[in-house]
């Protein structure tokens, strides 16, 4: 199911599977613990909207492929609201389309989904679930398939259960857990410390791509601060932003939200009678290199993103060339310049990746990165990247629209979400 290998050749199944609907739910930063703005409800408008979207019928459908953990906010501990049991058709799990998302619940609330006969996890994040889908198509197991994707954001402390919720913890997760994020940012914070002292640069170089990513955020109608705080950022802003985890600040970080998503997968040879202009698949990665301590250092970070370079114009028959949009995952700004500089787009080598932002990465310039304004611009979804990279190639993208000299992009990259562990795509206009 998953290209993790170098040396794999070119995807058999290249060009052989298209994007051809999208859609979104509204974004809000909490759930107001009404049924109609749960994960739930979220994720069956989406999923009508991104099949409005191909111009398909619900009882074309015969595959689903979603990631079932959803929830990034505090643990759901008090009893299911009476409002949501009496909206829904309830399935064994007690916060199904609270706090955690099944395919069982969407069948049962979406009857018209009645020919789904395939269903796969592909638990991560939605990069992990495009991977899936696009294998499974190539291989035969559906046809026409929705990817799904939410995120629950109850009140509360981010991420609190398992271990980050109890007093004390041991092994190796004690020099980690306390710093928060399940021992995430200290990780990141060290790395980018070590990339500065090596490359003989500073945190202040990280302002532009903030600012540019704010901006290309509040481009995009369907994105958290679009919908909620349409306040730009300015350099000054980031610049005298308090630390987290120095040499990271709170605008280095992507925001939690409540949000659902669902894209539409179908083979080349359905795609030419849908709505959309489809986009087609030319290679999807897995990236998951191992760590030789409780924490990744720079030299493992760069080995690791040339290894996925490698990977990605391998199997897609593509050069760094060839690569108009380039949509890496921005969680937190420190390690998005690392996907740059190991996939070489524009020509950017180890350590540059500072320079490169502060010339002109805006859409309306001749490198556009990040033309989505990622989980940073928008809100935490980590799915901002690959929306943009089909509406690009599709020419759809709006105030977001990158142009190139040659006309509309032709060839995008996405993925994510972490330097040592991640799923990637590769699509284009053509299937050839």
Known sequence: M??????LGVWEHRGKVAAVGIGAS?????????????????????????????GVSPDQVDGIVMDPHATTGDVWEGPIPESFAKAFQLTDSPLDGISSLSTEFILKNMPELKNVNFSMYGPGCMSNALNVVSQAIGDGLTHTCLVVKAWNNNAGRYGHGGAQAVDTVGG?????????????????AFTFDQYCRRYGKSHDGLAPFAVNQRRNGLMNPDGFYTQNRPEV??????????????????????????????YLFTTAERAKDTKQKPVYILNHVANHPKVRSTL???DEVEASQASLARKIYEGSGVTANDVDVLNPYDGFLQFTGYYLEGLGWRGVKKGEA?????????????????????????????W?????????????????????KNGQPEVAISGGPMPMGGNWTVWGTSPD
């Open 233 to 262: 950022l300015t350099i000054e802003d980031y610049l005298g932003a308090r630390w987290i985890a120095k040499p990271m600040n709170i605008f280095d970080c992507d925001m939690p939200i409540q949000v659902a998503v669902a």
């Open 384 to 404: 901002w990247m690959h929306t943009d990279s089909i509406q690009q190639l599709q020419g759809r993208a709006g105030q977001r629209q990158v142009r190139i």
């Open 172 to 188: 190796a997760a004690a020099f980690k857990m306390p710093w928060g994020l399940r021992g995430g940012i200290e990780e990141i």
């Open 354 to 382: 500072l320079d490169f932002y502060a010339g002109d990465i805006s859409v309306e310039g001749p490198n556009p990165f990040s033309s989505s304004g990622g989980n940073n611009g928008s809100g935490r979804t980590r």
């Open 296 to 298: 990744e250092t720079i």
């Open 2 to 7: 998953y290209r993790d290998k170098e040396g």
């Open 26 to 54: 509204p974004a809000a930063r909490r759930w107001d613990e009404n049924p109609e703005t749960s994960i739930g409800a979220w994720v069956i408008l989406s999923i009508r909207k991104a099949l409005e979207d191909a």
